[in-house]
């Protein structure tokens, strides 16, 4: 069958199984834009206000879903648009496949109108990249970023076409499906990693966001409950462990719960399952876990000993591992174990509630009032600053795969642009709820026009304190008060602007208003935004500064 580029292209998507596509058009991709509107009925394409904004929706989409998600940009600074969002994949360990279009090959070097060599740009921060320039290369090419993009790590792959490639023809066969054996991976120091936990006085297990990526937190909620062994997560973690299982400590690291650092720093054995040992974590590599031996399994080889020297490592994906090893795992009661960690928990902070009618708004109480109003059903997406920890430390009903948020990348910008590819991919089926501070939502609510116009439904919660927030804490903490440029003092009136773009807009001084526009929300089906306001003094508590311990733990 003789296709053109831009045909095969199409047609190597629906091979795919893709049937949602994120993007924004322009002149190095026309052809390919023409073949997807020859297709609209089986490919449906989501035009976005910018690109970085295409490259969030298609990342919160797989992260939703749980496929690989595609971007499509054109040359130059479209192409370019497109590098945060890639890099915030790459960081997350997030599926995507990202195609640019470039200028024709005849023009290729010469400084042409657009032209940027994007396969440069982003070469560090995918998994690989690649440059077609003869077009009988293209359907295996593409079906080559999506294997790649969907297997071991996952990840982010660029493929950059020119724009002759897409016009010109080929013979367009359709993929020859083999059968494939998949070989049974066999690990061969399961027994020997099993005896330490077993041997363990004071197990603890630290959860990563691999675990998300490999599905597998039923078995690791079944492994946790078997060894009665004490566990605290990541952020890229958050709902993976269940929030009513007395075993879950809570978030680790940075600004985790006091029990969890001082587990981690009492602790025997450390299993470390799916993460690599973040400086947000392992704030001080030298001290992190320094009574324990360390069992680290990861899919990735690259990440073992990369921060932190383990004792034992299993490489291979997590699900697998743990279906292995759970059968070498003793039942066992660690009750004295865990006496000492409910001694640490008298330690946790635990935030001061305002009354529903107080002015002092409390974002504590804005996250919990969401979790009980929209349901165990709800998905949650933040931006990045205080209010994600926020999220991170108070949400409480997180179904698997629910909670999407930029930890590797720490991505301000991205939130919005992920909320809307969460949208799409449920489908108006669950809430679709993301938390933002005013510093990142003023840097994407251009992608509200987006939610209008595809009536994607996400409710945006604005905690408003009219500072930097995450910033402004830091140079109170460690720069004498001293606020440079943190204190922008806009003077956004987001409730008027949401009505501007065609969404609904709130704006909630205390917690009863809130709890009365968030109920009112949740029964409109439109994009909704509403304004908390929260006091500029409000921190994400507690916190353990950069290169310290669980002992140097701030709760003020």
């Not at 950059?160 to 120091?189: F, G, R």
């Not at 743990?322 to 946790?348: F, T, Y």
């Not at 910008?413 to 933002?436: D, Q």
Request: net charge negative; proline share 4%.
């Amino acid at each position: 069958m003789i296709l053109n580029g831009s045909e095969i292209i199409v047609k190597v998507l629906l091979e795919e199984g893709v049937d949602t596509v994120f993007g924004y058009p322009g002149g190095s991709v026309l052809n390919i834009y023409d073949a997807l509107y020859k297709h609209s009925n089986e490919i449906h394409h989501y035009m976005t206000a910018h690109e970085q904004g295409a490259a969030h929706a298609a990342d919160g989409y797989a992260r939703a879903t749980g496929k690989t998600g595609v971007c499509i940009a054109t040359s130059g600074p479209g192409a370019t648009n497109l590098v945060t969002g890639i890099a915030t994949a790459y960081m997350d360990s997030v599926p995507l496949v990202a195609i640019t279009g470039n200028v024709a090959t005849s023009l290729i070097g010469r400084d042409s109108f657009q032209e940027v060599y994007i396969a440069g740009i982003t070469m560090p921060i995918t998994k690989h990249n690649f440059v077609v320039r003869d077009v009988s290369e293209l359907a295996s090419t593409l079906r080559r970023a999506f294997r790649i993009a969907h297997s071991g790590r996952f990840g982010p792959v660029l493929v950059d076409i020119p724009k002759d490639v897409t016009a010109a023809l080929a013979d367009y066969e359709p993929p020859v499906k083999e059968q494939e054996s998949e070989k049974e991976k066999e690990y061969d120091n399961l027994e020997e990693v099993a005896a330490a936990i077993n041997s363990a006085k004071r197990p603890f297990v630290y959860c990563g966001g691999g675990i998300r990526l490999s599905r597998a937190e039923d078995i690791v909620r079944e492994f946790i409950k078997k060894a009665d062994a004490p566990a605290s997560h990541t952020l890229m973690a958050a709902g993976v462990l269940g929030y009513g299982d007395q075993n879950n400590l809570g978030m680790l690291g940075m600004h985790g719960m006091f029990s969890g650092n001082k587990a981690v720093d009492e602790a025997d054995v450390i299993i470390a399952l799916g993460t690599r040992f973040s400086d947000r974590v392992a704030l001080n590599t030298q001290q992190f876990g320094r009574r324990a031996k360390i069992i680290h399994i990861d899919i990735d080889n690259s990440e073992i000993n990369k921060n932190v020297i383990c004792d034992y490592s299993v490489i291979g994906d997590i699900k697998d591992v743990l279906e292995k090893l759970l059968p070498l795992i003793k039942e066992q009661r660690r009750d004295d174990w865990h006496g000492m960690i409910d001694e640490w928990k008298k330690q946790d902070y635990v935030p001061v509630d305002s009354p529903e009618d107080s002015h002092n708004l409390k974002p504590h109480q804005i996250i919990r009032a969401v979790c009980q109003m929209a349901g165990e059903d709800a998905m949650y997406v933040t931006d990045v600053g205080q209010h994600q920890m926020w999220a991170a430390q108070y949400i409480s009903h997180v179904r698997k795969g629910s909670f999407l948020t930029s930890g590797g990348l720490g991505t301000m910008g991205y939130g919005y642009g992920a909320s809307l590819g969460a949208a799409v991919a449920v489908e108006g089926k669950r809430p679709v709820i993301m938390f933002t501070g005013d510093g990142s939502f003023h840097m994407n609510m251009n992608e509200a026009c987006t939610a209008v116009s595809y009536n994607l439904p996400v409710i945006t919660v604005i905690l408003n304190n009219q500072v930097l927030g995450m910033v402004r804490q830091w140079q109170s903490a460690f720069y004498d008060r001293r606020f440079a440029s943190s204190e922008p003092e806009r003077k956004t009136d987001y409730k008027t602007v949401a009505e501007g773009f065609g969404a609904v807009g709130y704006h909630c001084e205390t917690l009863a208003e809130f709890k009365a526009a968030f109920a009112e929300a949740l029964t409109l089906g439109r994009p909704v935004w509403i304004e908390c306001l929260i006091d500029r003094e409000e921190k994400a508590l507690p916190m353990i500064p950069a290169g310290g311990t669980v002992d140097d733990t701030l709760f003020n």
